[in-house]
């Protein structure tokens, strides 16, 4: 059986998940959205097909939400999410559910898996021994979840009570998304920057130009923090804080696979 798994990701948590998950269950494509995002509408032919991204502002990324409007799939399709997150997830997978079902698509299964958190604008990353308790976790999820996968099971979504789904993923999602795309204007290079292009060639979304030997944002950003995170000199900022706290990526994940994530 066929499955094609479609991930979005900025510190590498989402591909690592999709890489463990294409592998157990075996005959399976993992296709970056941003390579696919800019078609009209995304109609993939497989038995099975996930949708596999980070939690950003308790919804999904911007380029996901804008994934599952354009996707349609034949009726017999198993349609599942995984999404994962540094906190929780309160309903993001619920509104995913909703998304697809504008496209009479069926979300038959929606996991959530927690894993080290990247918003080093917020915090910076937990130590070593931290990140692979959860990826001692992850690993165990994915087997339990490629089971279900495996035969096609329609299970509950992952999600938190509905009072915090509406707070989180209704309110406070509804109102910060919109600020995403120039989320960027709050970055920012200091004097390590030694013009490698690095940064430019990670953002998944080309938002990255180089000028002058230093990198300029243009404003329609997924946040997905790859450019802060990747700098090989840890020369990009957010804001005031950002310059003593230690950066994520995942350990599995390099560099070349976030070139190859890079829309064309
Ligand atoms: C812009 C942004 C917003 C985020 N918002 C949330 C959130 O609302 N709740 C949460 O638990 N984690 C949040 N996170 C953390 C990520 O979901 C988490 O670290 C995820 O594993 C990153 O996946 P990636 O490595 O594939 O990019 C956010 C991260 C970013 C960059
Ligand atoms: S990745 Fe870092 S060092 Fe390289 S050009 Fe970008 S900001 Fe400068
Ligand atoms: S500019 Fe940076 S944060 Fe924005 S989408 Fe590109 S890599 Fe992600």
Not at 3 to 21: C, E, M, P, V
Not at 51 to 63: N, T
Not at 188 to 205: I, L, M, Q, R
Request: hydrophobic content about 40%; some cysteine.
């Amino acid at each position: 059986m066929k499955t094609l798994l479609y991930y979005f990701t900025g510190t590498g948590n989402t591909l690592k998940i999709a890489k463990d998950l294409a592998a157990q269950l075996g005959d399976t494509e993992i296709i970056p959205i941003a390579k696919v995002i800019d078609q009209p509408s995304i109609t993939p032919s497989a038995d099975r097909v996930g949708i596999v991204f980070p939690v950003y502002i308790w919804g999904p990324p911007l380029i996901v939400a804008n994934f599952a409007r354009k996707l349609q799939v034949p009726a017999a399709t198993y349609v599942f999410g995984i999404t994962n997150y540094g906190g929780f997830p309160a309903g993001t997978l619920l509104m995913l559910k909703d998304l697809l079902a504008t496209n009479k698509i069926d979300l038959s299964a929606g996991f959530g898996i927690k894993m080290p958190g990247n918003y080093t604008p917020m915090y910076g990353a937990k130590s070593t021994a931290e990140q692979q308790k959860h990826f001692a976790r992850e690993a165990a999820a994915i087997k339990e979840i490629a089971e279900i996968v495996k035969a096609n099971k329609s299970v509950p979504i992952s999600a938190n009570n509905a009072l915090v789904n509406s707070l989180f993923s209704s309110f406070i999602y509804k109102h910060g998304s919109l600020k995403i795309p120039e989320g960027d204007k709050a970055f920012w290079v200091d004097e390590k920057c030694n013009s490698c292009g690095v940064c430019e060639k990670v953002c998944p979304v080309k938002n990255i130009k180089m000028s002058d030997g230093k990198p300029v944002w243009l404003h329609h950003c997924e946040q997905c923090v790859g450019c802060l995170q990747w700098c090989p000199q840890e020369a990009i900022q957010a804001g005031k804080k950002t310059a003593v706290r230690k950066r994520y990526h995942h350990p599995d994940i390099t560099e070349q696979d976030m070139i190859s994530q890079q829309k064309n």
